[in-house]
């Protein structure tokens, strides 16, 4: 694949496969879309792309798609409607056949998202919100859970006899809504494939983190995607501690102005004995697993 220069294996190395036994993997691909958030998944005969970086990143990502050999989309997913996630989307939409979308329900009156909403209505594209509690389904050896954000203001996909976490679910809305903040409404999704897990954060924040732990659902999992570009909005001890992960990959815009990943998030990943890997050091980060072991490539030496 042209620009990916190393190659990083844990566990065991992948034994040599035919190609019919390689197109039964897994891959993730952590497209370097700056200071953005754009994820294109394959596994069999089906490719998915959460979310599209900013606006000008459009044409970069359509690119990026070709050279995978990819002709259409079965599922667009936008995690939330802020510009580092749906502004290449619309280029995407525009050029693309999309089988199916889905976003968090926000809703937003933003002019890109109505344009986003235009899009998907003119080229007859199947929608729908996503909530927790529901599983997308794309193959049956391949597990799409919902853990974000909660149906409806309430608690779908939560263990409502638990008043804790009624709470803690009320409490993150209530912040959400006093705060503005479309990051405590980013999708959370978490695939496993066989024995591995890849957990997607999107933006969300400590508050989701802290009404996820609440739940008393699974998050442990391998391959984490860090939320919120590595701000110290997230990323909490508490709820790395629950994850476990292996490696964390970092979607993060080279010198932004931010000052993300902070040193902070860092730590933390660190205390917790996990592999960081960023896309502005690393470029185009590509994850691939056979639902028992997995290796990654990236497209600059880091």
């Not at 580092?84 to 002019?111: Q, T």
């Not at 050896?141 to 203001?153: H, S």
């Not at 405590?184 to 996820?212: C, F, N, P, W």
């Not at 476990?244 to 917790?272: D, H, K």
Request: proline residues 5%; charged residues 20%; contains cysteine.
């Amino acid at each position: 694949m042209k620009g990916l220069v190393q190659i990083r294996l844990f566990f065991f190395i992948f034994a040599l496969a035919s190609p019919a036994l390689a197109s039964q993997n897994l891959t993730a691909h952590f497209i370097d879309v700056g200071q953005g958030d754009s994820i294109l998944l394959q596994f069999k005969d089906k490719s998915f792309l959460i979310d599209g970086g900013p606006p000008g990143m459009g044409s970069p990502v359509e690119e990026y798609l070709r050279r995978q050999k990819i002709t259409h989309l079965d599922l667009l997913i936008l995690t939330h409607p802020h510009e580092d996630h749906i502004g290449g989307l619309i280029a995407v939409l525009e050029d693309l056949p999309v089988k199916k979308a889905i976003d968090n329900g926000e809703n937003d009156s933003s002019l890109i998202y109505k344009r986003f909403r235009a899009l998907i209505e003119k080229q007859n594209i199947s929608y729908a919100p996503a909530h927790a509690g529901q599983e997308i389904d794309i193959d049956p050896d391949l597990r799409i859970e919902v853990l974000w954000p909660p149906f409806d203001g309430i608690s779908g996909g939560l263990k409502r006899s638990d008043p804790s976490v009624i709470k803690n679910t009320w409490e993150s809305i209530l912040e959400r809504v006093l705060s503005g903040d479309m990051n405590q409404h980013s999708l959370v999704l978490r695939l496993t494939y066989g024995r591995i897990s890849i957990l997607l954060m999107g933006d969300a924040d400590t508050v989701v983190e802290k009404s996820l732990v609440a739940s008393g659902g699974n998050l442990s999992s391998q391959i984490l995607k860090v939320g919120h570009h590595g701000g110290t909005s997230a990323s909490s001890p508490y709820f790395l501690k629950k994850v476990r992960p292996l490696v964390s990959i970092i979607s993060v815009g080279e010198g932004n102005y931010y000052g993300y990943p902070t040193e902070r998030t860092l730590s933390n990943l660190q205390a917790v004995g996990s592999s960081v890997y960023r896309t502005d050091i690393c470029g185009n980060i590509i994850i691939t697993t056979d639902g028992l072991n997995y290796s990654s490539v990236t497209g600059k030496n880091c």
